[in-house]
Nanobody
Framework: QVQLVESGGGLVQPGGSLRLSCAAS????????MGWYRQAPGKQRELVAT???????NYAAAVKGRFAISRDNPTNTVYLQMNSLKPEDTAVYYC????????????WGQGTQVTVSS
């Protein structure tokens, strides 16, 4: 069964940190670049970070230097460490494989809500 289960979101003050986790089924995780995405209210989903199976990472300009993506291949889990959070980071965060056609994906998990507010 194809699954994506995100967790770890919550309410945090500006400047705080959160660590998100995503458990993915093997068919999604095993041979793919994995990514974290987010969707803020009223906005389109955007790509936040990607990681190859070998650990090479890439980040959106808005989060570079504050977020860190990692993966644990034996457990099919991908993580997103978020530091120095800002109110503009407020969004629902999703994980999924990454390809150039990710905007056309129709399979997503339920996401995890991150709210940055004082």
């Amino acid at each position: 069964q194809v699954q994506l289960v995100e967790s770890g979101g919550g309410l945090v003050q500006p400047g705080g940190s959160l660590r998100l986790s995503c458990a993915a089924s093997g068919s999604i995780f095993s041979s793919n670049i994995m990514g974290w995405y987010r969707q803020a209210p009223g906005k389109q989903r955007e790509l936040v970070a990607t990681i190859t199976r070998g650990g090479m990472t890439n980040y959106a300009a808005a989060v570079k230097g504050r977020f860190a993506i990692s993966r644990d291949n034996p457990t099919n889990t991908v993580y997103l460490q978020m530091n120095s959070l800002k109110p503009e980071d407020t969004a629902v965060y999703y994980c999924n494989k990454y390809t150039s056609t990710w905007r056309q994906y129709d399979l997503w998990g339920q996401g995890t809500q991150v709210t940055v507010s004082s």
